[in-house]
């Protein structure tokens, strides 16, 4: 499947609290997406098709030279397409070019794809939250990377992948 990664657009957020309730059992609102990308310290990108139909979004946080991937989520019918590792590695991108030397993240310990997807782009388990999610209640994992100089540079505003 092609697809392009975009910012995320309050125009979005409809479709975003929709994949959002089909992904995540405790859903964050679509006023909890509007706040965040109103904070400038927010990275938001959405994963769009050829009609610039929202297929999946990520949202990351920047804290000085840290930075934490919040939410990242794909349409169930796009899932297992590439989508997921695309916005993951745009979200990076978008992170390093914005001063991110680390970034972090938080996964339910059972979402073993996510997992999966998280080791792929060179995150590693750095310990677990109990009781970290709740509905239903879950330890999460806490994994990190670190920014190198590998980190490709791209100061383009829309990526390709697929």
Known sequence: MDASLRPLHPSDLARVAEIERHTFSDPW????????LA????????????????????V?????????????AVDPPARGKGVGAGLLEGMLEEL???????????????????????????FEILGARPDYYRQPREDALTMGRFLGPEAQENDEEVHQFG
């Open 29 to 36: 609102s679509a006023a909890a997406f509007r706040d965040a």
């Open 39 to 58: 904070q400038p310290h927010v990275r938001a990108l959405a994963a769009v098709d050829e009609r610039d139909a929202v297929l999946g979004y990520t």
């Open 60 to 72: 990351g946080m920047l804290a000085a030279d840290e930075a934490e991937v919040l939410n990242i």
């Open 96 to 122: 390093h070019r914005a001063g991110a030397r680390s970034v972090f993240l938080e996964v339910r310990r059972s979402n073993e794809a996510a997992i999966r997807l998280y080791r792929r782009s060179g």
